[in-house]
C-alpha cells in the first residue's frame, strides 16, 4: 500500500490530476461571468498548475509508467535516482523532506484550522481570502483531516508513511475545492451549480468519482507490479 507506485501513490496522482483539471474548470468559468476579476482567475489559473506539477512530480513525469531512465542530473542528484525535483538533494536530505514538507505544514495548518478559526469570530478575515478568488475549508472537513495525518504518523510504522498523509491531503482539497466551488459549501463564493436539488445529484455523482479513483488507484498499482506493503 505504502510502497512506491503503490495505491496511496497512484490515488495522491489521481485526486492531484482531477483537482487541477477543475480548478482550471472553474478558473475559466469565473472568466466568463459579468465583471469578473482577472486577478481572481490568475490566482485559480496558478493553482490548478501548481498542482498538475505537483501530480506529474508525485510519478515521477511517468517515468516509471514509461521505463525512462533517468539523465545522469537525476541520477547524481536525486535521492532516489528518479526525474523530478521534489526528491533532489538537499543538505543531509532532499528538497522534500527539508523544504516542502515543512512549507506544507505551515500552509497546512494555516489554511485549514488557524484561519478558519479566526474566521468565525472575524468575518472580514474569510472577506478578504475569498477576495482573492480562494476559500477556507469548514472545519467539518478540515479537523478530521488533520486527525487522520496525525494517527497515521503517530500510529503507522513504516519509513514511506508520509505518504498516507499526502494522500489524505489530496483526497481532502479535492472534496473541499469541489465543495467550495460547485455547490458554495462554507463560501460566499457563487456556486457554478445552484439549487439544492441539482447540487444534491452532484454530490452524489462526485462521492462515485472518489471511488472510482480508488478502483482505479488500485488497478494501475497492482498494473506496475506493485507487491509489497
Same mark, same amino acid.
Given at each position: @500500500?505504502?510502497?512506491e507506485d503503490?495505491?496511496?501513490?497512484? @490515488?495522491q496522482?489521481?485526486?492531484?490530476t #482531477?483537482?487541477?483539471?477543475l480548478?482550471a474548470?472553474?478558473?475559466?468559468? !469565473?472568466?466568463r +461571468? ?7 482567475f490568475?490566482v485559480?489559473?496558478?493553482?490548478? $498548475? ?5 501530480? $506529474? ?7 516509471? #509508467?514509461?521505463?525512462?531512465?533517468s539523465?545522469e ?20 536530505g *532532499?528538497?522534500h ?13 494555516? %489554511? ?17 481570502? +475569498? ?15 488533520? /486527525?487522520?495525518?496525525i ?5 503507522? +510504522? %513504516?519509513? !514511506?508513511?508520509? +505518504?498516507l ?9 479535492? /472534496?473541499?475545492?469541489f465543495?467550495?466551488?460547485?455547490v458554495?459549501?462554507?463560501t460566499? %463564493?457563487?456556486?457554478l ?9 452532484? *454530490? #452524489?455523482?462526485?462521492s @462515485?468519482?472518489l ?8 488497478? @494501475? ?6 507487491v509489497?506493503t
Amino acid at each position: @500500500m505504502l510502497s512506491e507506485d503503490g495505491i496511496t501513490e497512484w @490515488m495522491q496522482f489521481l485526486c492531484f490530476t #482531477v483537482t487541477a483539471g477543475l480548478l482550471a474548470f472553474i478558473a475559466l468559468e !469565473r472568466l466568463r +461571468e459579468p465583471g469578473a476579476s482577472k486577478f481572481g482567475f490568475l490566482v485559480l489559473a496558478g493553482l490548478s $498548475l501548481v498542482v498538475a506539477l505537483a501530480a $506529474l512530480e508525485e510519478i515521477s513525469w511517468f517515468q516509471r #509508467v514509461l521505463k525512462v531512465q533517468s539523465p545522469e542530473f537525476f541520477l547524481q542528484n536525486n535521492r532516489q535516482a528518479e526525474t523530478n525535483l521534489h526528491n533532489l538533494a538537499v543538505g543531509s536530505g *532532499s528538497l522534500h523532506k527539508n523544504v516542502i514538507l515543512k512549507l506544507i505544514v505551515i500552509v497546512g495548518l494555516t %489554511h485549514n484550522l488557524i484561519l478558519p478559526l479566526l474566521a468565525r469570530k472575524r468575518p472580514a478575515i474569510r472577506a478578504f481570502v +475569498e477576495r482573492f478568488g480562494l476559500y477556507l475549508p469548514p472545519l467539518a472537513a478540515s479537523i478530521p483531516y488533520l /486527525v487522520m495525518v496525525i494517527l497515521s504518523h503517530l500510529l503507522i +510504522e %513504516h519509513e !514511506r508513511k508520509g +505518504e498516507l498523509g499526502e494522500m489524505f491531503g489530496a483526497v481532502h482539497y479535492l /472534496v473541499t475545492v469541489f465543495g467550495a466551488y460547485c455547490v458554495g459549501i462554507a463560501t460566499n %463564493h457563487k456556486p457554478l451549480f445552484e439549487g439544492a436539488k441539482e447540487s444534491g445529484r452532484l *454530490s #452524489v455523482l462526485f462521492s @462515485m468519482l472518489l471511488v472510482f479513483l480508488l478502483l482505479v488507484a488500485w488497478i @494501475m498499482s497492482a498494473g506496475t507490479g506493485v507487491v509489497g506493503t
